[in-house]
Each structure stands twice: as structure tokens, then as C-alpha cells.
């Protein structure tokens, strides 16, 4: 994955050099203070990182340049669909340093951390269903995060070299709206750890696919695979008639014709359900609540097609990775 930050002048000396943050093409760049304060050269972490997820098969990061389109509520959903499978350990990373929601959505919320000689122990959702967040740092849940981009850094590297996973077969890394700090921090962290890829998740209107686009062209600046957009919101479905209504119109196409755009899949359209809602504000799987609901299947068809592209991506990986050894 590339080291050249979004947003970077043309002149960008990357991350890793010695000017980065200060050469003359580093003025003006809104990069500049957190590309002069990152260490020069290899960060030593990459490495560690490497070698404490391989345990790991399957990393999948969830995206959206803009905030309140529902992002915590699907990683929490996507884990709880995973996690569905018996047969399967499953992780969450929550990275929104800022806004921590994934433990009062689980129904984790006050619970302690603990650390072991062997790192930092996750917070067990269900016997395989784990997580992790600065939500069980705080004080409290009105605790406010007041922290500048190398602090956020510094805890992100700490998460994901630090945290004893065990073995684990999907890990959901949730991260905040924007292209910024946690974001340009997972990425570099996570460049030699073979991710699957990024889910980006939008709403139908075109005030919210302004800032999506940004976060796909994120992707491709920095060398992260999409493995799909996911169009949340897309009708409300009424609990008790069944009956669709638009309240987010898609006046410039929506999420499906967006990511034909950008000549990446579409995974689906995820209706707005207002016991969804209500599930999350109790700690409560919407899956195993309501299993009729249209949510649900349509979950459960999203959920499916990420499966399988993670079983297609594993296996060109080790294909790749077999022919590189027999041409060594």
C-alpha cells in the first residue's frame, strides 16, 4: 500500500522520508503536522503488526467519508451475522477514537479491559463474537476524547500490535467518518498484513454520496481493495403494513450507480427499519431479534456476498503467494 497521504501535494516526499512535513511541497497541506510528527522510515510496528495477525484470516475495514449513515450499526451486524456461524471466532476493532458507539450496540458498554502477559484480552460479546474499543478506557460514557492526531495513532498501533485476538476468522475494524489520522493509520499499520479489503457504506442521497466518493477515491490512492458498496437506508419499511416509502431519495443515482462509477461491486440496499434502532440502543442483535424482516434477509445477502469474497481473496492470495516461492 502506498505511503503518499490523501490530499498530498504533487510533490508529496511520503510519510517515511526525512522531509515529510517539511519540505516546501508540505506547505499548506492539511497532512502537514501529522506527516511531521510520524517517526522517518519503517515504523518497527508494521512488522509486529504482520506477525500478531497472522492469526487472523480475514480483515475487513469499514468505511464511509460521511458521518450518521450508519456505519457502528453495520459493523456491529455484519460481526453478529458472522458470528452467527458457531464454527466461526470473530473480532471487532472499534478505531472511532472519538465517537466509541460498538460497545452500548453490543451490549457491552462499561465493561473493563484487562491485560495479560500475552496483551491486551477483548471484550467477549459472546463466546466467539469479540471486541475491542476505547469505550472501555473511558471513565464513563460522556467521557469526551480530546486527543490530536499522534495520540490517536499511538492508541490505533497499540489495538492492533497489543490485543491477544487468539486464533480469529474474521476481524471488522470500524473506523470513523473522514479520510484522516485513523484512517491514514490503519492503513499504514495494516500494509503488510494482507487486509481483504473495505466495505463503504453510503445513504441514497447525493449530499452523502459527495463525501462516499472521497472515501472510495481514499481507497484507491492508498492501495486498499473495495470489496463492495452498501447503500444503507435505502426505503423505510413500515413494521406493521409491509409497505416501502423513500424517505432518502436517490436524485443522482444512489450507492448502485455510484459504485458503477467507480467500477467497484455492489453488495446491496439495506432498508430502514426503526426497530434496528431500537435493538442497538438496548445491546441487542437486530438479526436474532427480528429474523422475518426484510433488514435481516437483506443483511444476510450482503453478509453472504462478503463471505465469499473473502474465500475468493484468500485463495488468489496463496495462489500468489505459492508462485512467488516457486519462482524463488
Known amino acids: 500500500m502506498a505511503d503518499v497521504p490523501k490530499d498530498a501535494p504533487q510533490h508529496c516526499p511520503g510519510t517515511e522520508s526525512d522531509a515529510a512535513g517539511k519540505a516546501s511541497a508540505c506547505q499548506g497541506c492539511p497532512n502537514q503536522s501529522l506527516c511531521s510528527s510520524l517517526p522517518k522510515g519503517p515504523d518497527p510496528a508494521i512488522a509486529e503488526i504482520q506477525q500478531k495477525l497472522q492469526t487472523v484470516k480475514h480483515k475487513i475495514v ?3 467519508g460521511k458521518g450518521g449513515v450508519g456505519k457502528s450499526t453495520f459493523t456491529a451486524h455484519l460481526a453478529h451475522g458472522l458470528a ?3 464454527n466461526k471466532q470473530v473480532a471487532v476493532l472499534d478505531v472511532d477514537i472519538c465517537g466509541p458507539s460498538i460497545p452500548t450496540i453490543m451490549g457491552v458498554a462499561g465493561e473493563q479491559v484487562h491485560q495479560s502477559s500475552s496483551g491486551w484480552s477483548p471484550i467477549y460479546v459472546t463466546d466467539n463474537l469479540a471486541l475491542m474499543s476505547v469505550g472501555f478506557l473511558l471513565k464513563g460514557p460522556e467521557d469526551a476524547v480530546i486527543w490530536r492526531g499522534p495520540r490517536k495513532n499511538g492508541l490505533i498501533k497499540q489495538f492492533l500490535r497489543d490485543v491477544d485476538w487468539g486464533q480469529v476468522d474474521y476481524l471488522v475494524i ?9 484512517h491514514l493509520s490503519v492503513v499504514q499499520y495494516l ?3 494482507q487486509v481483504d479489503g473495505a466495505i463503504i457504506l453510503t445513504t441514497p442521497q447525493e449530499v452523502s454520496l459527495i463525501d462516499v466518493r472521497k472515501e472510495i477515491n481514499f481507497c484507491q490512492r492508498v ?3 473495495v470489496i463492495g458498496v452498501v447503500e444503507n437506508m435505502s426505503v423505510f419499511v413500515c413494521p406493521k403494513c409491509k409497505k416501502d416509502s423513500i424517505i432518502f431519495p436517490a436524485t443522482t443515482g ?5 459504485a458503477s462509477d467507480f467500477s467497484v461491486p455492489f453488495l446491496g440496499r439495506l432498508p430502514l427499519d426503526p426497530r434496528i434502532g431500537k435493538c442497538c440502543d438496548e445491546g441487542k442483535s437486530f438479526l436474532e431479534e427480528v429474523p422475518d424482516s426484510p433488514a435481516t434477509q437483506a443483511f444476510k445477502e450482503i453478509i453472504d456476498k ?5 474465500s475468493q481473496h484468500k485463495a488468489s492470495t496463496e495462489q500468489e503467494t505459492g508462485e512467488q516461492m516457486d519462482q524463488s
Open 306 to 310: 462478503i463471505t465469499d469474497y473473502c
Open 174 to 182: 470500524d473506523t470513523p467518518p473522514g479520510t484522516s489520522d485513523e
Open 254 to 258: 444512489g450507492g448502485e450507480k455510484m
Open 223 to 225: 492501495g486498499l481493495p
Open 62 to 64: 469499514v468505511l464511509s
Open 84 to 86: 452467527s456461524d458457531e
Open 191 to 193: 500494509s503488510q498484513a
